[in-house]
């Protein structure tokens, strides 16, 4: 049983900075995605960043391209976002996501491709 617990979210204020960390345990596999996804109150779950235990890539929204980072430690199991520049938009609940099964880059950005959730971590920007 695949399992992610996410940590690291609170209040911040604009301009600041947090690193979140989903740590996994359970069956998964190196070319199974790693994805982090929020949702905002009223709003649909939406893609944030994505990368795979195995190789370089990595994958962003373009609302967060060069303000947030993921990064992993193979070792540790653990995938990490760190958020920088943050702005009240940035305000959501973030979730940590794994598939379970190959997912195409194309199809890395979809919610549907992801079949494990975590609990998700808050993550609140004041102005």
């Known amino acids: 049983q695949v399992q992610l617990v996410e940590s690291g979210g609170g209040l911040v204020q604009a301009g600041g900075s947090l690193r979140l960390s989903c740590e996994t345990s359970g069956p998964t596999f190196s070319s199974y995605p790693m994805g982090w996804f929020r949702q905002a109150p009223g709003k649909e779950r939406e893609f944030v960043a994505a990368l795979r235990w195995i190789g370089d890539n990595t994958f962003y929204a373009d609302s967060v391209k060069g303000r947030f980072t993921i990064s992993k430690d193979n070792a540790k199991r653990t995938v990490y976002l760190q958020m920088n520049s943050l702005k009240p938009e940035d305000t959501a609940v973030y979730y940590c996501?794994?598939?379970?099964?190959?997912?195409?880059?194309?199809?890395?950005?979809?919610?549907?491709?992801?079949?494990?959730w975590g609990q998700g971590t808050q993550v609140t920007v004041s102005s």
């Open positions: 996501a794994t598939s379970g099964g190959v997912t195409t880059n194309a199809k890395i950005r979809s919610v549907d491709e992801y079949d494990y």
